[in-house]
């Protein structure tokens, strides 16, 4: 069988390649490469994956004798903008010409994904670029990006099909976002964008009324803090319950830029992307319709319900390596 080396390190490409690794085991031997204080290492846990995993410390000499002694057929890899760690992998797969794919599992930082304002930025494709869904292939071919194939979101696909579908109430779930911290930390600004998370939050409660909801919960981003909430409103509910359970129990979900608001849009909900900013742009593939800079006209009988069945979408990764390799 041939073998396969995956590498992920950011939550998000974790889930969508562990789960191209659960439905293709038929495909070959699989090796996913780690490091210990990685968000792939606990998703790897979570899923009960450990007999695959191998913990390793991201330097090259490191990574190139991990590879040596898997002699890999084939090398996967997800990116990030924020390190670079699969570039050692790259060089191996061209090193050793191996054929490589890297993973865009969001809709943002695509050329910075791979090196961009570098001059040479080019320099680190790998032989295809795999995207997920329609704006995902629009947009990495937009800004130049080589050799791109659709293949299945099977993370995705997966998520859709173990849903479990609840009494739907007069719920309006808010996602919150920690935007302060991360305007803070790319830009040296917690107020880049003119808006956080606490302003977004006042202004549901303001036009509260315009949802026609009895009730409001906040489901916390992992780094945020229910305080910022409890200060603007203290008998603010803050969930604990499932991601299944508040998307099921929700009329409408309202969230910045939460890539769990494509998720809520594909299962049927009605959902809004909201960011009162002039400079932020909308990134979530969500129809125009559900896509506010302000609540002041909302009228949530115009919000768009989806249409479209994601498992159509991409190829299936066995078949692609069949037509690769033979």
């Known amino acids: ?190 107020n880049y964008w003119g808006f956080n998370e606490a302003d977004v939050f006042k202004s549901i409660l303001k036009h509260k009324e315009k949802f026609k909801c009895n009730k409001i919960v906040v489901r916390l981003h992992p780094s945020d803090k229910e305080d910022i909430y409890k200060k603007i409103n203290p008998q603010v509910n803050i969930s604990n319950s499932s991601l299944n359970e508040d998307i099921a129990r929700s009329k409408i979900i309202i969230g910045i830029d939460s890539s769990v608001l494509y998720l809520a849009f594909l299962l049927g909900k009605k959902v809004i992307s909201y960011m009162p900013s002039d400079i932020r742009k909308f990134h979530i593939p969500l129809p125009k319709s559900n896509q506010l800079k302000n609540l002041e006209n909302i009228n949530i009988d115009l919000l768009q319900l989806n249409d479209k069945d994601l498992s159509d979408f991409g190829i299936d990764f066995a078949l692609f390596i069949k037509n690769t390799l033979g």
């Open 1 to 190: 069988m041939r073998k396969i080396a995956i590498f992920a390190h950011d939550a998000g490409g974790s889930e969508l390649v562990l789960e191209l690794l659960k439905a293709s085991l038929h495909v070959g031997e699989f090796k996913v490469f780690c490091t210990n204080d990685s968000p792939c290492k606990r998703i790897i846990e979570q899923k009960n994956l450990t007999k695959f995993m191998q913990i390793i410390k991201p330097s090259k000499e490191i990574i190139f004798s991990a590879l040596n002694s898997l002699n890999p057929d084939v090398i996967l890899y997800t990116t990030s903008w924020q390190n670079h760690y699969e570039y050692h992998f790259l060089d191996y797969a061209k090193k050793h010409k191996i054929l490589s794919m890297a993973f865009l599992d969001n809709w943002t930082n695509y050329r910075e994904r791979f090196g961009y304002p570098a001059n040479n930025w080019k320099n680190n494709f790998p032989d295809f670029i795999a995207t997920h869904d329609e704006k995902n292939t629009q947009e990495a071919k937009y800004f130049d990006l080589a050799n791109i194939v659709a293949i299945k979101n099977y993370s995705l696909i997966n998520e859709l099909r173990s849903f479990k579908k609840s009494k739907q109430n007069d719920t309006l779930l808010f996602l919150s976002e920690p935007t302060s911290k991360v305007a803070g930390a790319t830009y040296g600004d917690a």
